[in-house]
């Protein structure tokens, strides 16, 4: 299983990002999918995640900021993230929910 997060990068508050992460080695298509992040300094805690049917759920701290989405063609989550904020700073983490497996996280810096 290998899990390749891409998209993160330095934005300026306000701004907009989308995290991709590409899949392999699994069935994507009946894949439950999850994005984490982990901050510095804080515990690893979930943004949002999605289901093999579709059926998204997200965190309370990015409520209303985020959309998770899933290409199960590209075998592909992504991460849309909107009015960042500072605090949105972390390393951000695709997770592959049958078995628990994990990429390698890929770093959003949000500027003031």
């Known amino acids: 299983v290998q899990l390749q997060a891409s998209g993160g990068g330095l934005v300026q508050a306000g701004g907009s990002r989308r995290l991709s992460c590409a899949a392999s080695g699994i069935i994507f298509s009946i894949s439950n999918m999850a994005w984490y992040r982990q901050a510095p300094g804080k515990q690893r805690e979930l943004v949002a995640r999605?289901?093999?049917?579709?059926?998204?759920n997200y965190a309370d701290s990015m409520k209303g900021r985020v959309t998770i989405s899933r290409d199960n063609a590209k075998a592909t989550v992504y991460l849309e993230m909107h009015s960042l904020k500072p605090d949105d700073t972390a390393v951000y983490y695709c997770?592959?929910?049958?078995?628990?497996?994990w990429g390698q996280g890929t770093l959003v810096t949000v500027s003031s």
């Open positions: 997770n592959l929910m049958n078995g628990n497996y």
């Open positions: 999605i289901s093999r049917d579709g059926t998204t």
